[in-house]
């Protein structure tokens, strides 16, 4: 008989990127291109925000298909721990939101949520969201964590 061991810390790592690329492409499509509220760099010319934000495109891309490569890889040897993906796809969604939010936003002033009056409620709804998944990624880590050592 042969047992597959479930890889909780791989399904953890492989979520997070998919997590952080899923993030990165919601921020991209929607408030890049749709809204077009901001580029990824918005303090010189309309070519150089254009050009970021392709640049924030493939470097999305690269991490949805590390992701997909790491979650599929896990998937066929039977190792996937979904709990434990759950966890990390939240841990890197709200990881890449608050980090946008704390450092690209406010720290290195590459562009804000909206240009407005007003950012704080911007500021706050977007890094409430990253902060909000990150405590649900907690709270799904712990539980995939004493459902393994229950095991």
Sequence with gaps: MNVTTVDARGSLIAAIFLGVGLMAAVDEIIFHQV????????????????????????????????????????????ALSRMHAWAGLCFGAGGFQVFDGLVNHKL?????????????????????????????????WQRARRETIDQ
């Design 35 to 78: 809204l077009a509220w901001h580029h990824f760099f918005d303090r010189s010319t309309l070519a150089v925000s254009l050009m970021s934000d392709g640049l924030l495109h493939a470097a999305e891309l690269l991490m949805l298909a590390a992701g997909f490569r790491l979650f599929l890889t896990l998937s066929r040897r039977g």
């Design 108 to 140: 290195l002033r590459l562009h804000q949520v909206r240009y407005v009056d007003q950012l704080w409620p911007y500021d706050l709804a977007w890094n409430g969201f990253g902060a909000l998944l990150l405590v649900i990624a907690y709270l799904i």
